[in-house]
C-alpha cells in the first residue's frame, strides 16, 4: 500500500472536504439565523418521521445519518427534553431503546424545511445549474457505499 494519491486526486479531496463544510455549516447559520436548532436535529427527525411507525433504535438513526454514537446519545437526551422525540423501551431487546418523533417533532422538522430548502438553493442551486447539479451528484455517488447510493429526498 505504498501507492500514494495522484495531486488531482488529493486537489479533489481538499476541494471536496471544503466545498461541503462550506456548503454544510452556510445551510447551518441560516437554521440559526431563522431561529431554528442545527441540521443534525432536522436530520434525525426526518429520518424518524420516514418510518411508517415513527420509531428507530439509536443505532439505526446513526448509520443513516453517519454519526459517532456518543453524539447521537447526546443529540437524542436533548430531542427527548424538548419534547420533539420520546424514548420508549425495545419490545425485541428490554435493554434497548426505539426513539419515535412526536407531533412537536414533526411540526418542527416541517417548519425548518422551507429554511433548509431555501439555503441549499442559496449555497448550491444559485451556483451550479441543472447539468452541473446533475454531474456533480453523478459523480459524488462513486464515493458512497452501495448502501447509501440511492438518492433520499430531504423533505
Not at 459517532?68 to 431503546?97: F, H, K, T, W
Amino acid at each position: 500500500m505504498d501507492v500514494l494519491p495522484s495531486q488531482d486526486i488529493q486537489k479533489a479531496w481538499a476541494r471536496l472536504v471544503r466545498a461541503a463544510e462550506f456548503a454544510r455549516a452556510s445551510v447551518e447559520r441560516d437554521l440559526k439565523d431563522a431561529g431554528f436548532p442545527p441540521l443534525a436535529w432536522y436530520d434525525v427527525l426526518l429520518e424518524l418521521d420516514r418510518e411508517p411507525e415513527g420509531g428507530l433504535r439509536p443505532l439505526e438513526i446513526e448509520r443513516r445519518i453517519l454519526m459517532a454514537q456518543y453524539n447521537m446519545s447526546r443529540l437524542i437526551d436533548r430531542l427527548v427534553r424538548e419534547g420533539l422525540v420520546s424514548r420508549e423501551p425495545c419490545a425485541e431487546d428490554g435493554r434497548g431503546s426505539v426513539i419515535r418523533i412526536t407531533r412537536k417533532g414533526r411540526d418542527l422538522r416541517g417548519a425548518m424545511w422551507p429554511v433548509y430548502a431555501a439555503a441549499i438553493q442559496r449555497h448550491v442551486g444559485d451556483k451550479l445549474g441543472e447539468a452541473q447539479a446533475e454531474g456533480l451528484a453523478d459523480l459524488l455517488v462513486c464515493l458512497m457505499p452501495a448502501d447509501q447510493k440511492k438518492p433520499i429526498p430531504l423533505r
